[in-house]
Nanobody, 124 residues
Framework: QVQLVESGGGLVQAGGSLRLSCAAS????????MGWYRQAQGKQRELVAA???????NYTDSVKGRFTISSDNAKKTVYLQMNSLKPEDTAVYYC??????????????????WGQGTQVTVSS
């Protein structure tokens, strides 16, 4: 099986910075995309940023210029550097990976796996 373990959330004042990390482990064959989603209270989960295996990057408009996604393919880890944080960035941040892995001797293709979520709270 595959696990995504997140770290780096917390409480920060507006204008501050946080760095989230997400490490994938397990019987991984290849990773198509890794990314970060967030879900604020009472709202739907939304994509924040994603990076593909060939380093193509996508950001939601509200974080462009403030957040930076990066990855270490050897460590199967994705990072989200969040600068100039705003109260509206407050949410539970979830790591997501779309990948191929083996399970029970079978290849599982292009499956989505989620982390447990980490709380980011930005105070005004």
């Amino acid at each position: 099986q595959v696990q995504l373990v997140e770290s780096g959330g917390g409480l920060v004042q507006a204008g501050g910075s946080l760095r989230l990390s997400c490490a994938a482990s397990g019987s991984i064959v290849s990773i198509n995309t890794m990314g970060w989603y967030r879900q604020a209270q009472g709202k739907q989960r939304e994509l924040v940023a994603a990076i593909t295996g060939d380093s193509s990057i996508n950001y939601t408009d509200s974080v462009k210029g403030r957040f930076t996604i990066s990855s270490d393919n050897a460590k199967k880890t994705v990072y989200l550097q969040m600068n100039s944080l705003k109260p509206e960035d407050t949410a539970v941040y979830y790591c997501n990976a779309n990948l191929r892995y083996t399970s029970g001797g079978f290849l599982r293709r292009d499956r989505d796996v989620w982390g447990q979520g980490t709380q980011v709270t930005v105070s005004s």
